[in-house]
């Protein structure tokens, strides 16, 4: 287990008492965006419909004590909530088993905070997320300071600057890329692409994938065919796949340039009604009216087994 101080500044300077109301907004800031921060780092998205992994909850099961408006958290750390996933294996080799979900959730913070550190680290829902602050300060709160080596702390004014950085996110945008797939894991559909002509790994989601359509995937050239979504800087965050199928040739040529977002990201007057259309830098063009159309003229999924 590891501790963690959290010192809560009260409006009212003559009861410096916490009320429930507000220690449980607190706690659940603090337990979703821990969740969310956690589920970034080993999925490409912080949120998704339905109930979290049990090991996304173990990792956020806290304990905690309030001495007047000093909060202290005790945090198991991953391979404690959940020993059969990070003491003996690297099935998550995103996630470091000796931190916990609040040292992911602290980074995040820091990140949106500070425009010179990783904007992967955050995405819409969890900045969404971050913003539930506000209900700590609606039940009296004036600051929230997060006492670690950097110390951190949390305003009112800070909501506006994760509403504004929200705001700024590029709109996701459907795409091609065609690559190569390192890994894959069945657990949560998620794989790594390796581009043709980049030197990195995006981080791709499945729709559905049995463990004998990864095997026959895993290693293989492929295309992919799906939604991208981007950083605040415009890089790609995570690929969304609607479709993944053995890539041809000109495939790895055509597709093999990593998408990019509409500079305007489509919120100007003039864009409205237009469809959503993704141009990658070889100077293909696709309709979102249109993509499935193209997706089913591609060939089969997976070769013949």
Request: charged share 25%; net charge neutral.
């Amino acid at each position: 287990m590891q501790t963690y101080q959290i010192e809560i500044d009260i409006q009212n300077t003559k009861n410096q008492m916490v009320s429930v109301t507000l220690l449980q907004a607190l706690l659940s800031a603090i337990i979703e965006g821990s969740k969310g921060s956690l589920r970034l780092r080993a999925e490409g998205r912080s949120t998704i419909r339905g109930t979290p992994p049990k090991w996304v909850k173990a990792s956020t099961q806290f304990a905690l004590e309030l001495k007047g408006t000093h909060l202290v958290i005790e945090s198991p750390t991953l391979q404690e909530a959940a020993p059969e996933l990070f003491q003996q294996t690297d099935l998550y080799p995103e996630l470091v088993p000796n931190r916990t979900s609040l040292d992911y959730f602290h980074e995040s913070l820091m990140a949106a905070l500070n425009p010179e550190m990783e904007d992967s680290l955050y995405d819409r829902p969890l900045l969404e997320a971050l913003q539930c602050f506000r209900y700590v300060f609606n039940q009296g709160a004036d600051k929230i300071h997060f006492l670690k080596e950097k110390e951190l702390q949390i305003t009112p004014e800070i909501i506006t600057a994760f509403r504004e950085l929200e705001a700024s996110m590029p709109v996701p945008c459907q795409t091609k890329l065609a690559g190569r797939i390192d890994s894959i894991r069945t657990q949560d559909r998620t794989f790594r692409l390796l581009p043709l002509k980049h030197n990195m790994g995006i981080k791709g989601i499945a729709k559905q994938i049995t463990p004998k359509e990864a095997q026959a995937l895993l290693g293989k050239d492929v295309l992919v065919s799906g939604t991208a979504y981007f950083t605040t800087s415009g890089k790609i965050l995570r690929l969304e796949a609607d479709q993944i199928v053995i890539a041809q040739d000109t495939d790895m040529e055509s597709w093999s340039e990593l998408p990019v977002p509409i500079s305007s990201n489509l919120k100007s007057s003039e864009n409205k009604g237009l469809p959503r259309t993704f141009a990658n830098p070889t100077g293909h063009h696709w309709q979102k009216d249109k993509g499935h159309e193209e997706i089913a003229q591609r060939p089969s999924r997976l070769p013949e087994f």
